[in-house]
């Protein structure tokens, strides 16, 4: 009988203490939220509020710039004289300018070929153009195999030159700056870069250089990109959205208001003296095509955008990839705002307006406003308001800006407007990120300077889909995303309170984002590559 009585005894005990502790947490959170948490969590909401008027303003602005470059037909032959590079019965070819077709490239097994004979189909006079490979592959199978593309290539006329070097200082940077020494490098008037997943069509050069050649207030001109794999997986899809929106709004009006915008580091020509002038390739951040860019700029140079003329190539269809490809590209621009914003303010060769433009707009905005609002405000601080009911957040804030921008955003991908929800919701993890990397950027901390080249399969998966797939090899580093599967339980609690104590209905978003931060935390996203 004692025996009962003793076993019933111990569990109100454990009863007791429990209550006990949840009596004393609440006590706790009670007595620091009123003085703590409510007054931390207004300053957060009011701040972020402020940062979305800031990104609804900018998107609002370039639609409307937009619609009125379509209305008033501001086209880049219009604006700037173009016409073709007539022959010269006694110059012959040297009435051409020099061109040289730079291709940096590191490991690139799957696309090697395909940038090399796309590069070498450009239709210039034969004796006007040198083709420039830049190989900084560490592997010596993937060195002698460019080097056999490259001399059977040459073997056919093609004035093309294999170029190494003996390390990797600098990265892409460094490789392109070392080219640029050549001797060969003197006698030519303008480069084209082309990444090595990139492809442009034979008359690339006709199409471009004649702006250059007939407009000598021009630096550069740029295409846009096209993607021959967009349709891949649901990953490419929403990068296609997110770039087209870049290349149909971001770049167009740059290119029509201010005669200014980001170099994109490939399927451009650049003038070799404005590139010079502006001294050169630097390697100091990761993004060094928009520290080129910018400093160009301030030397009074103009930049165009042809959005007409599409250069083929492929978008990172792994998770991995990609998300190295978004830290770079992240980072890289929060540190060369860091490095050059009193450059930009103690120039005197730009306008007022234009500085006004590249600080605010270019970089504040869209480089590190953009990405913080997007996880702070609705990954963080929106579910908080969920835990602390004093605090709300207006309609307005939480509903119709987000909703316009997303619009406005999504517009550049017609086809893709289905597919507006899985967007935002892909682009909310991934601003995690970004939000991440930007901060980096900002604070020069560790990883700030970090260059992973992006991989590119190619024609791989068609290749390797013939062979049987061996069962994937689960590994933990590989396919768990600690930082994913964390936003997305706090998402997930957030959701559970409001459910159960909440009256504004955040649970319905709140669960759809905890889920699709989970897919992504567990690696269940993009392309799978079949092991070898």
Excluded at 305 to 331: D, I, M
Aim: glycine share 6%; net charge positive; charged share 20%.
């Amino acid at each position: 009988m004692d025996r009962f009585t003793t076993t019933a005894i111990i569990p109100d005990a454990f009863q007791g203490a429990r209550d006990d502790i949840s009596m004393q947490f609440s006590i706790i959170w009670d007595q620091i939220k009123a003085p703590l948490i409510v007054p931390l969590l207004r300053l957060a909401v009011a701040i972020c509020l402020i940062m979305s008027l800031m990104l609804f303003i900018e998107r609002l602005y370039m639609g409307i710039v937009i619609i009125l470059v379509k209305i008033f037909g501001r086209k880049p032959e219009r604006r700037y004289k173009w016409e073709p590079i007539r022959d010269d019965v006694e110059l012959g070819n040297s009435a051409y300018p020099m061109v040289l077709i730079q291709i940096p490239m590191y490991n690139e097994r799957e696309v090697y070929q395909l940038s090399i004979g796309a590069a070498c189909g450009l239709s210039w006079p034969s004796d006007r153009i040198i083709i420039q490979v830049l190989d900084d592959s560490t592997d010596p199978v993937i060195k002698d195999l460019v080097e056999l593309e490259c001399q059977r290539w040459a073997s056919k006329g093609i004035n093309i030159k294999y170029e190494i070097r003996d390390n990797r200082n600098g990265y892409k940077a460094g490789a392109l700056k070392e080219g640029m020494k050549r001797n060969y490098v003197k006698s030519c008037d303008y480069v084209a870069i082309f990444d090595a997943d990139f492809q442009p069509e034979p008359d690339f050069l006709w199409r471009t250089i004649p702006f250059l050649f007939h407009n000598p207030e021009l630096a550069l001109v740029q295409s846009r990109w096209k993607f021959v794999n967009s349709d891949e997986c649901l990953m490419t899809r929403m990068q296609e959205m997110s770039l087209d929106y870049h290349f149909t709004v971001e770049q167009e009006v740059g290119s029509s208001t201010y005669a200014f915008f980001g170099f994109n580091g490939t399927a451009g020509v650049w003038r070799i003296g404005a590139l010079n002038e502006a001294g050169g390739w630097k390697d100091r951040t990761t993004v060094e095509d928009m520290d080129l860019a910018v400093r160009a700029s301030l030397k009074g140079w103009k930049f165009l955008y042809l959005g007409t003329l599409k250069v083929k190539n492929e978008l990172p269809s792994t998770f991995k990839a990609y998300r190295y490809q978004q830290h770079r590209w992240s980072c890289g621009p929060a540190n060369l705002f860091r490095k050059m914003l009193m450059e930009i303010i103690r120039n005197k060769k730009v306008t007022l307006w234009k500085k006004v433009h590249v600080i605010y707009s270019f970089f504040l905005v869209r480089k590190i406003v953009a990405h913080i609002v997007t996880f702070i405000f609705y990954c963080v601080v929106l579910p908080a308001t969920v835990l602390v009911p004093e605090v709300e957040v207006p309609k307005w804030g939480a509903v119709y800006i987000p909703s316009i921008i997303t619009i406005l955003n999504a517009v550049g991908t017609p086809r893709s407007l289905h597919l507006m929800v899985f967007w935002i919701l892909f682009e909310n993890v991934m601003s995690l990120h970004r939000t991440k990397a930007t901060f980096i950027g900002l604070l020069e901390a560790g990883r700030v300077n970090e260059w992973i080249v992006t991989e590119k399969l190619g024609d791989a998966l068609k290749t390797k889909a013939v062979k049987a797939p061996k069962k994937p090899r689960f590994k933990f580093g590989e396919r768990l995303h600690l930082l994913e599967l964390g936003a997305g339980a706090y998402l997930f609690f957030c959701g559970c309170y409001d459910a159960a104590f909440g009256k504004n209905h955040y649970f319905l978003y709140l669960y759809v984002q905890a889920i699709a931060f989970f897919i992504m935390g567990f690696g269940y996203v993009g392309t799978f590559v079949p092991q070898s």
